[in-house]
């Protein structure tokens, strides 16, 4: 595996260890988990990491707006895999 590959692969693999710290925060924060108290602001954090398709969820009816949010990592976290195999089939193709 050439060194772009696996820088890679550990950038995609650091994105989506933040955006599942970022759901369990969600989680906790909203349900009240570990004896948390309930916080509105427990989404923060995805907000950063679903950038620039959150910014498109006010198109969908009100009640899918808080399921888009916490979804819309997973769009980058696909682009970031899609890219990451494209690099290393490429990386492939030259050796």
Known sequence: MSRPAKLCRLVTGGFIV???AALALLAIGTFGVFGQ????LSGVFLIPLGLPWNRMIDVF????????AAAAPAV?????ITLCRMLNGAARGHE
């Open 18 to 20: 933040l955006y599942v």
């Open 37 to 40: 108290p309930r916080d509105p």
């Open 61 to 68: 009816p009100e009640p899918l707006w808080p399921w888009l």
């Open 76 to 80: 980058n976290a696909a682009l970031l």
